[in-house]
């Protein structure tokens, strides 16, 4: 069921709670399964009208969000559109989407797990060791999900999260703003990450 509908000046962010079985959200995106299903290779479609993940996102894109043209993805694996910007994100029970006419834009989504910490140091710079210990876990995830906006915001080459993705020192509240860099050899991209926490997901995004 459709959870929060954002729009924000030049972007609009669509929020699904999954709570249908693969049948019931399958059968909500009928009118639209051709459109869903356009450009993907025949072995995967069944596989994939069985996905609730992938078919949330496609209700989301074609029922809510009014596209017309199907969805393709570029040599990165990044979404595409003939009509809208298009970024996708999915994490457990929700899924979101992030599209606009006007701006570049990015989204990511994570459930908020203490499982995070076991890989921090994959992606955790040094200089991004700003948050006291009592709020490891969500510094954590608001950090790899900002990450995984920049790098599906940029999307054009290989990017090492830990080095080349660096985000600034902020104080967590519910939502808010931080500055983040993309940092590469032609020089350092700044973005501001937007971001909220909802039932023990947090949501980024991005757009310029």
């Keep these: 069921m459709i959870y929060r509908i954002i729009n924000h000046k030049d972007i609009s962010i669509y929020i699904w709670h999954i709570v249908e079985t693969a049948a019931?959200?399958?059968s909500l995106l009928s009118i639209n399964k051709e459109l869903a299903l356009a450009g993907i290779d025949e072995n995967l479609k069944l596989k994939l009208w069985h996905n609730t993940h992938f078919l949330s996102t496609r209700i989301l894109l074609f029922n809510y969000a009014g596209l017309q043209t199907p969805l393709l993805k570029n040599e990165y694996g990044k979404p595409s559109n003939s009509q809208k910007q298009v970024s996708i994100s999915h994490s457990n029970n929700y899924a979101a989407i992030i599209v606009s006419d006007k701006v570049h834009a990015?989204?990511?989504?994570?459930?908020?797990d203490d499982r995070i910490l076991r890989v921090q140091h994959k992606f955790i710079h040094e200089e991004e060791k700003f948050f006291p210990e009592t709020s490891n876990v969500i510094y954590t995830t608001l950090i790899w999900?900002?990450?995984e906006t920049l790098y599906k915001f940029y999307s054009a080459n290989e990017v090492i999260f830990k080095d080349e993705l660096r985000v600034h020192p902020f104080n967590f509240e519910d939502k808010g703003k931080f500055k983040a860099d993309i940092l590469k050899s032609a020089g350092i991209l700044s973005i501001d990450i937007q971001y909220f926490i909802f039932d023990n997901y947090v949501l980024t995004?991005?757009?310029q």
């Design 24 to 26: 019931e959200l399958s």
């Design 106 to 112: 990015a989204i990511d989504l994570e459930r908020i």
């Design 205 to 207: 995004w991005c757009k």
């Design 145 to 147: 999900s900002a990450k």
